[in-house]
């Protein structure tokens, strides 16, 4: 390889590391793996989970420690693994969840306490966040709330909804612990508290929200009610002195290196040097060499941007980089000091020094703490960020702003100082630096007397997302005046580069900082930051309200700080910073009858069975299993385009590329190519021509992961456009595209309603799709066995019966030959119920032909791009009312963007019509389905399934209604509320209807009536900080609406030492099935759950099984499991007399009698005929009701959950701590579809949003600062097994609260700008939707262009 040359010819060196103490030594590595892969295919350490790849999610979170001889201690870092270069690793030390406990020696505290406090649903975010929170007590013993927020920033969890992983591991901090944490015993000066915890209390038994500590909240609940979902008294102590100690070799190991390093790959030379010399040597003799740090920029671009960077240099560790010091001017840091090393040196100056000299490092701190996770800005250094050029870098427009100097030299022309002003950034992604020069230090400058300094950062998140917009101001007056000296404007978002409102600035030079002001700057900022209506990246009208909006809180801030008065009190809230208190909570629930056996596990908060495992690393996902020998990688060629012909693939260059062993396509198929869940209209490869863009073509094999992907570009695919091309739902009206029949659901006589009604009510309104993002990606492992054609399949599924029938399909045998095995999943959602299929039937294709095991795990983005979403729905409404507020008749048509192929739309679309009344008697109804086809992927069942659809077109509506009526939101809901008895738009009756219970109680809960005072007096006082309050409530009609589904079934083996095997045809995806399976079964057999196990989910055991799905499946498998058990005890039945379980289990199997029996059930009583409108849909209905109030900023359009209450009727709980880790966790999954969950897509049909840098799910931060949920107490369900009711999905439409107090909230601000009356908001109500909504003379500035006058850059499906 000649570009090494300059290194020498010196053998290739050997990476020497530690994992978990053990010393690795490797002299063949390749520089182009990660961490995460070493650790998972070499070491096989598979605790750390891959689930995004770009440092987006944490999963992958481990802990790296190092030497550090300057500051002559080991530093400790949480670091993404996904993203660490494996060759960054020599001379440091690894740890891995594996490395701290297991559940075969000792746990440590912090996976217990996840575990305990039931923080691990699916488990596959786990090892990460125990990582992290590992970190944070190796740095800090005892940390502080705001540090135990902070080291989660970079860290997502799908399923829990965060509550109790905080509450669990608040445990550790000082504000729980007190001063010493309890460790003084008698002697701690909070011992009260400790005693408390020692009492069996929880964290959360606190008295956050008005609720007494003996769980009397004031209306009705009390003795029987319990707020403890763990004992706090049971957590094993933190004794830090028992934590491994870094191995002595690494002392001097980094650092003081003497020799360069040099790693060669099969692609990629990886260069450690000795010296900074050296690099500057190496860059001058090849210049294009790429300089990696953090890689958090060049990982990504690696792996996303298809980007070959053949030679890399690491200089991070270069002491010439590597510090800070004070300087009369400022501090000047080495570039690669990373950005974690920033923020503290920073905040140890902000401490230390005047504050006027400080605004700068100020401003820093604050932008640094909305900048990535802790684990990106602990890699990430200040010279990657500024020369990756990005236009969205955050730290960019704040040096730009403070004219910060850096130097940087080469190795001719030596060292010079290059000025950060509106010359620096000359392109895209370009800089004043020629590609010779390295970038030595910054120096950032103290502010002075008369100058101030702010930042700002608007992102689709707070937390760990990248700005849409960001900017930095500086101004300096001449000295005792407001008269501006020089000011400094710089934005990014705005342009291909961070830039300066240059002329802006030049024109504010000389005027005074007063009210005249403001109408000059905007006006000019208008002029300096254009966008064009196409501009990549979209938002324009929001993008450049942001500029003047920022520019205005700059304006307001240094107003209040040279003379208080002349800012007007209720504009003082446009200045607050962000500031966000730690979160509490309380749950309560219902505790089983005195009285109940011990060893009855039901109605216990019991731990979810595999949370142990879990918080180890020990639980296997599919592709955690072991290599099976001669097993190979599967790589997909994936469709480009939305509706195209296939004129020819050609694999020819794949196939000459390292590793591959075959092409595998439509032709190969064995059996039948055709193929699909519900009807038979998709293909297994698509033969002829592709109808969406991310749509299977063909697949490569090849002996790993790498070569297959990277083989699987390399195939050639040639298409011819086909018209039309059909994205949206509007173009699918437009071309009548539908999946027929039409459902229809019809009652009453809508014409003469109408006619009787005092208003009616038009509008139109559309609810975004919603990526399913489970942490673990889609996955496969196929094994053929080359006997009669047998073949098993290990799947991540919540159908494997589906599974193994389009697999047998696509293989042309018969069923019984192919059998799906799933242990677990991470996470479903819904997104696996069908689309795996999608993806297992090819795996079982490729093994066909293969002839070996072949394995896939897709990446996120193919996973965001093959799968399907939730369907975004466009409903179109008219409603007839009284001027009372009772509603006589609606006429609704509900659109659903399908995608290319039905799969289960006319199931959800059904759900969304059955649900479009919620909770409210209406007495005349049309509502209309129609299922558009269009060319994109086929979109799937997501937890509500069509119901939160539904729901929320019949909340907006409702609160148009009050709006008109002109009475309160509570009161136009209450009077149309059903009632005992009612009937539904499809004629079924209501019995033992909770909703007014559950609305009642969580009214009072939440002290509505007051608080709704209090929100409304906070919104006189502030005109840019508005506060929303509101309630809803929700019925969710459990059973698929499919009838035949509705049957479940169970295999139960008693073994001859008493132990029990239970199996189900239901599949364990983190919601706790199996948890609440073997409650029931212990129940039966009068056992302790630890007798029975569950070992997996397979077709040879139960087959036929329904998928695990619509929320009954604890309902359909614990009826199976309860008479499957049932059968078994009648067995025993004659050796009861005498002796223990274990005797009469050995006696009756001496007496040959069977110890192994099947359940089977069927719901009763299900029959529906849509075109009669008469039967019964479901079995039977959950309720609930949630209060939510938030705050927003009317300027940025940034939102914060304050408080949430929810009451839940989940009958009587099977177990409550699953429960209500299933509220709490779909309500923030709710949260994400309603405030935040945007996909982006081209008009193309190409969808931009493939990751979690673009698509935001809620993080640790989103969740309500207060959230207390209840079960309703007292409400047993004759319907269910042991009284229960589902709970999956029942709560996620309560997320909508958050939904309408903001619009609540947008009301007041556009009250005061005398906007009166309802408007539109559709769902999501992101930063854009409420910014633009509280429409002001800032807004105004910014008309949108003509529709139609322009192609946007993304649409709306
Ligand atoms: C999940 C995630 C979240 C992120 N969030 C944010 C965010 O909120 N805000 C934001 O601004 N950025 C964000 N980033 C971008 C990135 O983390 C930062 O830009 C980071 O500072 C890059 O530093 P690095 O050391 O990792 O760069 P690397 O990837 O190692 O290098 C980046 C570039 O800098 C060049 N370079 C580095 N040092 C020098 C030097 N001394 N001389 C010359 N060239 C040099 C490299 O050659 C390379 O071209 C995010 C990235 C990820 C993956
Ligand atoms: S897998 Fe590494 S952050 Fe997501
Ligand atoms: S438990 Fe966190 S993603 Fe499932």
Same mark, same amino acid.
């Given at each position: ?188 000066? +909070? ?66 290196? %003497? ?152 190795? %001719? ?15 895209? +992604? ?43 101001? +500086? ?359 069908? +689309? ?522």
């Amino acid at each position: 390889m000649p570009e090494t040359e300059p290194c020498g010819n010196e053998r290739k060196s050997e990476l020497v590391f530690f994992v978990n103490g053990r010393r690795v030594v490797d002299q063949d590595v390749d520089p182009e793996m990660t961490l995460l892969t070493y650790l998972r295919s070499k070491l096989r350490l598979t605790g750390a989970k891959l689930g995004c790849g770009e440092g987006g999610c944490g999963a992958c979170t481990v802990m790296v420690s190092r030497y550090n001889p300057t500051q002559r201690k080991v530093l400790h870092l949480a670091v993404n693994a996904c993203l660490a270069p494996i060759c960054s690793l020599h001379g440091a030390a690894v740890t891995t969840v594996e490395g701290i406990g297991s559940t075969r020696t000792r746990l440590h505290p912090v996976q217990e306490r996840i575990a305990k406090a039931h923080g691990s649903q699916c488990g596959f975010c786990t090892p990460g966040i125990v990582m992290s929170m590992y970190t944070l007590l190796r740095n800090h013993p005892m940390p502080d709330m705001e540090q135990l927020e902070a080291a989660f920033q970079g860290n997502l969890c799908r399923c829990t909804g965060y509550r109790p992983i905080l509450e669990g591991y608040k445990t550790f901090t000082k504000e729980f612990q007190g001063c010493c944490g309890g460790m003084a015993g008698n002697g701690c000066c +909070r011992n009260g508290k400790t005693e408390q915890a020692a009492n069996g209390h929880t964290a959360n038994g606190q008295t956050a929200n008005g609720h007494t500590a003996n769980g009397d909240t004031g209306n009705g609940w009390n003795e029987d009610v319990s707020k403890e979902l763990f004992q706090v008294s049971e957590f094993r102590p933190l004794d830090p002195t028992q934590e491994p100690i870094f191995p002595p070799e690494l002392m001097k190991a980094d650092g003081s290196e %003497q020799t360069t390093l040099k790693f060669v790959g099969e692609r990629v030379t990886w260069i450690k040097p000795a010296t900074f010399k050296e690099v500057l040597e190496l860059k001058t003799k090849l210049p294009h060499a790429k300089l990696v740090v953090g890689n958090s920029e060049i990982g990504v671009e690696v792996k996303f941007k298809n980007l070959d960077y053949p030679l890399i240099i690491a200089p991070g560790h270069l002491p010439e980089i590597n510090f800070h010091k004070y300087t009369e001017h400022g501090i000047t840091f080495g570039a690669g000091c990373t950005l974690t090393y920033l923020n503290d040196t920073l905040a140890e100056a902000i401490n230390d020094l005047p504050e006027h000299q400080t605004r700068l490092f100020a401003a820093i701190v604050e932008m640094l703490r909305w900048f990535a996770g802790h684990q990106i800005r602990n890699v990430g250094c200040i010279g990657g960020n500024i020369l990756t050029a990005s236009p969205i870098s955050d730290l960019n427009p704040i040096f730009l702003s403070a004219g910060c100097t850096m130097t940087v030299m080469s190795h %001719q022309g030596g060292s010079r100082v290059v000025k950060m002003d509106h010359t620096f950034f000359p392109g895209y +992604r370009k800089t004043a630096l020629t590609p010779e020069e390295v970038m030595v230090s910054l120096d950032v400058p103290f502010t002075k007397e008369g100058e101030y300094f702010m930042a700002y950062k608007q992102a689709k998140r707070r937390d760990d997302d990248i700005a849409i917009v960001n900017a930095a101001f +500086r101004v300096q007056f001449e000295e005792g005046t407001n008269v501006i000296q020089d000011i400094a404007l710089s934005f990014g978002g705005m342009a291909p580069t961070t830039v300066m409102a240059h002329n802006t600035a030049n024109k504010l030079i000389g005027l005074k900082w007063d009210n005249d002001l403001l109408p000059e700057a905007c006006s000019c900022l208008e002029d300096d930051l254009p966008l064009p209506p196409s501009v990549p990246g979209g938002m324009v009208e929001f993008r450049r309200t942001l500029t003047t909006s920022f520019f205005f809180k700059f304006y307001l801030t240094v107003q209040q700080r040279l003379n208080l008065k002349d800012v007007p009190p209720p504009y003082r809230s446009a200045c607050s910073l962000y500031h966000r208190e730690p979160p509490h909570g309380t749950q309560m629930y219902q505790e089983v009858p005195e009285g109940q056996a011990r060893e009855d596990a039901v109605g216990r908060p019991i731990m979810h069975l595999s949370a142990l495992k879990q918080v180890t690393g020990e639980a296997v996902y599919t592709d955690d299993m072991p290599r099976i020998q001669g097993e190979l990688y599967l790589g997909l060629v994936l469709s480009k385009k939305a509706h195209a012909k296939i004129v020819s693939i050609d694999p020819s260059e794949a196939l000459k590329m390292a590793g591959v062993e075959m092409f595998v396509s439509a032709e190969d198929v064995p059996g039948s190519n055709i193929t699909g869940p519900s009807i038979m209209d998709e293909e297994v490869f698509a033969s002829e021509k592709v109808t969406c863009v991310g749509q299977i073509v063909g697949a490569v094999l090849a002996d790993t992961q790498a070569h297959a992907q990277r083989a699987a570009k390399a195939v050639v695919v040639q298409y011819e456009d086909l018209e039309p091309k059909i994205i949206t739902i509007e173009d699918a009206i437009l071309y009548q595209s539908f999946f027929h029949p039409i459902n229809k659901i019809e009652k009453g006589n809508l014409e003469e309603a109408f006619e009787k009604a005092d208003q009616i009510l038009e509008g139109e309104l559309r609810i975004g799709g919603q990526e399913h993002f489970y942490l673990e990606t889609c996955a496969a492992i196929v094994v053929p066995h080359g006997e009669d054609g047998e073949m098993e399949i290990f799947c991540s599924t919540q159908n494997p019966t589906k599974t193994q029938m389009l697999a047998a399909k696509a293989l042309g045998v018969p069923a019984n030959r192919v059998v799906c095995r799933m242990k677990r999943m991470g996470g479903g959602f819904g997104g696996k119920e069908t +689309r795996t299929c999608v993806i297992s039937s090819v795996c079982a294709v490729a093994a066909h032909k293969v002839r070996r095991p072949v394995r896939i795990m897709l990446d996120r983005d193919e996973d965001m791009v093959i799968t399907g979403t939730r369907h975004p729905f466009l409903a179109k409404y008219k409603v007839g009312f009284m001027s009372d507020g009772r509603v006589l008749a609606l006429d609704i048509s509900l659109y659903s963007n399908a995608g290319n192929s039905l799969d289960l739309s006319r199931g959800v679309m059904d759900r969304a019509l059955f649900h479009s009344d919620n909770v409210y008697t209406i007495p005349n109804v049309r509502a209309v389905g129609y299922v558009c086809k269009t060319n994109t992927p086929s979109n799937t069942a997501f937890r509500g399934f069509g119901g939160p659809q539904g729901l929320f077109f019949a909340e907006c509506w409702m609160s148009d209604v009050a709006v008109k009526c002109g009475i309160s939101q509570l009161k136009v809901r209450e009077i149309n509320m059903h009632r005992e008895g009612d009937l539904t738009h499809y004629n079924m009756k209501l019995d033992r209807c909770q909703i007014r219970r559950c609305w009642e109680e969580c009214l009072k809960q939440s002290d509505f009536h007051t608080r709704r005072r209090q929100v409304d007096r906070f919104n006189g006082e502030n005109r840019w900080k508005k506060r929303g309050l509101a309630a809803v409530p929700t019925k969710f009609g459990i059973s698929f609406t499919a009838t035949f589904l509705n049957q479940a079934g169970a295999l139960v083996h008693v073994y001859t030492d008493g132990s029990v095997l239970l199996t189900h045809g239901g599949t364990e995806m983190g919601q706790g099935l199996h948890t609440k399976m073997v409650q029931v079964a212990g129940r039966v057999l009068k056992i302790p759950t630890s007798r029975i196990h569950i070992s997996e989910t397979s077709t040879n055991t139960v087959p036929n099984s329904s998928p695990t799905a619509a929320s009954a499946s604890s309902d359909l498998y614990g009826m199976a499991v309860k008479i499957g058990c049932e059968t078994i005890l009648q067995r025993l039945e004659p050796y009861m007399g005498k002796g223990s379980w274990d005797d009469w289990v050995r006696a009756a199997y001496f007496d040959r009698v069977g110890l192994s029996a099947t359940g089977f059930y069927r719901t009763p009583g299900l029959e529906y005929d849509m075109q009669k409108n008469e039967g019964r849909p479901f079995n039977y209905f959950c309720y609930g009701a949630a209060v939510s109030e938030v705050e927003i900023d009317c300027l940025t359009g940034d939102h914060t959950v304050l408080r949430t209450d929810v009451v839940m009727d989940v009958g009587d709980s099977l177990n409550p701590a699953i429960d209500i880790g299933q509220v709490e966790g779909a309500f923030v999954q709710g949260c994400g579809l309603f405030t935040m969950e945007e996909q982006v897509y081209s008009p193309d049909g190409v969808l931009y949003s493939r990751g979690p840098g673009m698509y935001k799910i809620p993080g640790f931060a989103d969740i309500p600062i207060h959230f207390n949920v209840s079960l309703l107490r007292g409400a047993p369900n004759d319907k269910a097994i042991f009284s229960s009711k589902a709970v999956g999905e029942p709560p996620l439409f309560l997320a909508s609260s958050v939904f309408f107090a903001i619009k609540d909230a947008i009301c007041s601000a556009r009250a005061d700008a005398g906007l009166k009356g309802t408007f539109r908001l559709d769902s999501p109500a992101t930063a854009e939707c409420i910014r633009m909504a509280c429409e002001d003379q800032f807004t105004a500035q910014f008309p949108a262009a003509e529709p139609g006058s322009f192609r946007p850059w993304a649409i709306k499906l």
